[in-house]
């Protein structure tokens, strides 16, 4: 069974940091590009930051740049994404996916489409950052 589960989410004051956790399990973590998502309350979801499977191709949304940044354990099939200076429009549910498309592919083709073709999904982790 295919699991994807997320923790580190909290609520934080403008400024803070938090770093978000995804387990992963029940397929080939190596594999995939591992992706984080949010959603905030009335708004669509986005893609916040991916990292891909085997070549440390990164993205990163203009909104986070600089204050972000994803890794990946694939020794502990764990993505992380480590949020600093964090501020209110950062609130949102965060999500962790999972992507079987190699990293060759996503730079042919680009992000969008990698983002696109999320596999499998997280339950989420909420994230309020408070004024």
């Known amino acids: 069974e295919v699991q994807l589960v997320e923790s580190g989410g909290g609520l934080v004051q403008s400024g803070g940091s938090l770093r978000l956790s995804c387990a992963a399990s029940g397929f080939t973590f190596d594999d995939y590009a591992m992706g984080w998502f949010r959603q905030a309350p009335g708004k669509e979801r986005e893609g916040v930051s991916c990292?891909?499977?085997?070549?440390?191709?990164?993205y990163y949304a203009d909104s986070v740049k600089g204050r972000f940044t994803i890794s990946r354990d694939n020794a502990k099939n764990t993505v992380y994404l480590q949020m600093n200076s964090l501020k209110p429009e950062d609130t949102a549910v965060y999500y962790c996916a999972a992507a079987i498309i190699p990293g060759y592919v996503t730079r042919a083709t680009g992000w969008g489409a990698t983002l696109s073709s999320m596999d499998y999904w997280g339950r989420g982790t909420l994230v309020t950052v408070s004024a």
């Open positions: 990292i891909s499977s085997s070549d440390g191709n990164i």
